[in-house]
């Protein structure tokens, strides 16, 4: 009785093969952020770096820049890392799909808060690519300035990899139709997908003040 009692008690996630070791792709995927925090970092240099330089250009061409739009997309993409994390309890309680309607969000599963993720974070991307049209025609590009290049080259690679994170939820959803049951393995992916998108938002928020808030 014990026994049953202790195994009805674990996470569904973790009820084939219980893994109380750290997962190797977990440490993994942090380390490998590290390194990507790096090479922010090294961006984040170059920008501060080309604007000690050019005060005057920065003051000029930050005039062009949408604060208020900006700061909508921005929130869309910090809310987004919410719903993520709901999709993370929800894979820890081994809760693949939503066991009520879909107006009950408190009934939902891995899948509907990642697909809701997956769609902000769409929403994130065709924003920053709107604001790109705009600058552009506004004759912000990357050759026209020092401003320009390191300004598309800080966002754009951000940019890269908030697309990154989107092939990797669709990766995971497709999964859990695919699966026949949900495993620790599945609830391990998901995490990890997790932990790199709360990077891409943790990036995107010094991104954000630096560009847009500290000009």
Request: charged share 10%.
């Amino acid at each position: 009785m014990a026994l049953v009692a202790t195994v009805s008690t674990l996470p569904a996630s973790r009820l084939h093969g219980q893994h109380d070791r750290p997962s190797m792709v977990s440490v993994g995927t942090i380390i490998w952020l590290s390194s990507e925090l790096m090479f922010f970092a090294a961006l984040f240099a170059a920008y501060y770096t080309i604007r000690a330089v050019s005060p005057d250009l920065w003051a000029q061409e930050t005039q062009h820049l949408n604060v208020p739009f900006a700061s909508v997309n921005t929130t869309i993409l910090v809310l987004s890392s919410f719903t993520c994390q709901w999709g993370v309890f929800a894979a820890e309680r081994g809760q693949v799909g939503r066991s009520g309607s879909l107006l009950q969000i408190n009934k939902w599963g891995l899948r509907e808060w990642f697909v809701l993720t997956f769609i902000m974070g769409a929403v994130f991307v065709a924003g920053q690519a709107t604001e790109y049209a705009s600058l552009i025609h506004e004759g912000i590009t990357m050759p026209s300035s020092g401003y320009g290049t390191v300004f598309y080259l800080t966002t754009g690679f951000h940019g890269i990899h908030v697309t990154g994170g989107l092939i990797a939820f669709l990766f995971v959803i497709a999964s859990t139709f695919v699966a026949r049951r949900f495993t620790h393995e599945q609830a391990v992916r998901a995490i990890v997908v997790s932990y790199y998108w709360h990077f891409v938002d943790v990036v995107w928020i010094g991104l954000f003040a630096t560009i847009y808030l500290i000009k």
